[in-house]
């Protein structure tokens, strides 16, 4: 089969689809990747052979103004130079991983008859998603709760697709004791740019713990601005400090973590249920729709993770939490045992299935 996949954008999007795209590969389709060109692409494609068909994207208008009018008009010339792209070279089926750099591959295939595949990562489903859900031969979604915003769209919840060098990393660390280590091992993670609110709290917070006699080690992705900062805090205070901007190479520090402190990214969700790391979710307060706190609250209702909004986050309110934490380690036990249990799963190959089997329909 020739499979279009869109997955440009953010990181979010970029790399479910893209592993989708090499499992795909991988069973003998001819795959073309559909991106924006963003810088935020490039590193994601460094690794990838296949053809790729850059197209103009623009994100959705908000409100009504002479800027979300050219915004919109800007969005309907993208399907127009995807139809005429797409036209030379007709796939079988899209697969769409959202976003606004979706819709102009989705306009264009609804208009040739071209099956589409959609795949939403977060509970609550983003506008692109929502514009084709009807017209669309399937939904993939990673949540079961996705179903309440989507009722009429034929949805499959398949997981989130994740990165194989994960995966492939994963399979080649040995077996994690199910103890938890001393000293107490913390994986602190913003997201690829960081989260600045996380980044103060957390540092003053261990500073604190470690005064009061209760030892931490910490793996901390600080996002590019904040990495000197935080480092510089982190020694001052004596803290065992692991400090980088950002690493693709999570498997490792997923790995060792008794506890994560993070975001909710439907991607992050799906990663930490992967190596069945308990966390402590900071949603992201200005993420679109709130689709953040969304996902946490469905992870905390199956017992794999805790919840605290961004405001309520403070060194006091952590320090607590934490010695808390370190106390009692059948908590944070019975956390692991239920990311395990009732976390995301890797929906990599039962994405590709679906994909498969819309695209065979008459």
């Known amino acids: 089969m020739k499979v279009a996949v869109a997955c440009g954008g953010t990181g979010g999007h ?4 893209m592993a989708t795209a090499r499992e795909l590969l991988s069973r003998g389709h001819e795959v073309t990747l559909w991106m924006t060109g963003r810088d935020t692409e490039q590193s994601a494609l460094k690794d990838w052979d296949g053809p790729v068909v850059q197209i103009p994207a623009r994100g959705f208008p908000s409100g009504i103004s002479f800027n979300s009018l050219r915004t919109a008009w800007k969005l309907l010339q993208a399907v127009g130079h995807c139809r005429a792209q797409m036209g030379r070279d007709r796939p079988d089926v899209l697969l769409a991983m959202g976003s606004y750099a979706s819709v102009g591959p989705c306009g264009a295939a609804r208009w040739l008859g071209v099956p589409i595949v959609l795949h939403e990562a977060n509970v609550i489903p983003g506008r692109a998603v929502r514009l084709f859900a009807r017209a669309a031969a399937a939904v993939a979604a990673g949540f079961e709760e996705t179903r309440f915003h989507l009722r009429k769209a034929n949805l499959a919840v398949v997981g989130i697709p994740l990165r194989a060098e994960l995966t492939e990393a994963a399979r080649s660390l040995p077996p994690r004791e199910d103890v938890v280590h001393s000293p107490f091992r913390l994986l602190v993670a913003g997201g690829s740019m960081g989260a600045h609110r996380l980044n103060e709290v957390v540092t003053g917070t261990l500073g604190r713990l470690r005064k009061g006699g209760l030892e931490i080690s910490v793996s901390h992705l600080t996002g590019r601005e904040d990495e000197p900062a935080v480092r510089a805090a982190y020694l001052a205070a004596g803290v065992d400090a692991e400090v980088v901007a950002f690493t693709k190479y999570m ?17 992050t969700c799906a990663e930490l249920a992967y190596f069945g790391v308990p966390a402590l979710f900071v949603p992201y307060p200005s993420a679109a729709m709130d689709h953040q706190t969304a996902n946490a609250r469905a992870l905390e209702k199956r017992g794999t993770a805790d919840v605290v909004d961004e405001s309520a986050l403070t060194p006091e309110w952590l320090e607590a939490y934490l010695a808390q934490m370190m106390r009692k380690p059948e908590r944070l036990a019975r956390l692991r045992e239920a990311a395990h249990r009732e976390g995301v799963r890797d929906g ?15």
């Open 348 to 362: 990599t190959a039962a994405l590709a299935s679906l994909v498969e089997a819309c695209a065979r329909k008459p």
């Open 251 to 267: 498997a490792p520090l997923y790995h060792g973590a008794d506890l994560a402190i993070c975001r909710a990214g439907g991607s």
């Open 14 to 17: 970029v790399f479910p689809g």
